[in-house]
């Protein structure tokens, strides 16, 4: 039962965020944005290390100086996953006047815009359903308190994602807050379900453990960089971007030493 609460809490942070569009009528101010995107950025990134990188470094030291190995093919791996989604399914992103992945496809502006968020969610649904794998298996590099460290981790980040897909959805004024709402939160429903599928195959996932965990940071860190930050640094006053993006990494990582 602790898991399922666990696999569940990024959703809960998706949800919250998207639940602003009830609450806040205006669309959210551009420096405000900066800050958001920033900051999940910022959580990603210290997740990426502090509870993913630096795991799968420890579990693999018996391998002596190659220990580096599982880390560094499981990022590329990640890197070349996430890649070929973008490549592969049509989205399209917030501010953004033309779509990615195949132009043939003719779906309306808000399905891509779910289905971006949708892709930067997988890799963050992956890194948690791992660490939980690993905590169930019994691994003694990651604890219990870890996997729900990265959890709240992922939902705190999850917020402002949540809050930045449903609220310009309601300002076009095409769609109701009640669709907004549900939209963004369905956004975020492939984080527990790649979780559990992880979890379901604890028995194969425990002797490549090494490789999924970097696995999982590499996908975190393409979307990072791709994505957020571009978005968190174009226009003016980009340095408010990068001032969330301090504080998201600073508080992931005070969480993960703290309570991992």
Known sequence: M?????LMIPLLG????S????????????????????FASGVMIAASVWSLLMPSIDMSEDMGKLAFLPAAVG???????LLVLDRSIPHLHLDAKEPEGPKKEKLK????LVLAVTLH???????????????VAG???????????????????????????????????????????????????????????TILLTSFVT??????????????????????????????????GTIGFAAGFVIMMVLDVALG
């Open 19 to 38: 639940a602003c569009v009830f609450f806040l009528k205006a669309k959210i101010r551009p420096s405000l944005q900066k800050a958001l995107l920033g």
């Open 2 to 6: 602790m898991t399922f609460w666990g």
């Open 139 to 197: 691994n003694s590099e990651i604890t219990m308190a870890g996997a729900f460290t990265l959890a709240i981790g992922i939902a705190i980040q999850n917020f402002p994602e949540g809050a930045i897909i449903s609220m310009p959805l309601r300002s076009d004024g095409k769609v109701s807050k009640g669709k907004a709402f549900l939209y963004g939160t369905l956004s975020g429903v492939v984080e527990p379900v790649a979780a559990v599928i």
């Open 207 to 240: 002797p490549i453990l090494p490789y999924l965990l970097s696995f999982a940071a590499g996908a975190m860190i393409y979307v990072v960089v791709e994505e957020l930050i571009p978005e968190a640094s174009e226009g003016d006053h980009s340095n408010i």
């Open 75 to 81: 990022v590329v791996g990640g890197v070349l996953f």
């Open 121 to 135: 969610n997988i890799p963050e649904g992956m890194a948690v359903g791992v660490t939980f794998a690993g905590a």
């Open 109 to 112: 502006k808000v399905t891509m």
């Open 14 to 17: 998706t949800t919250a965020g």
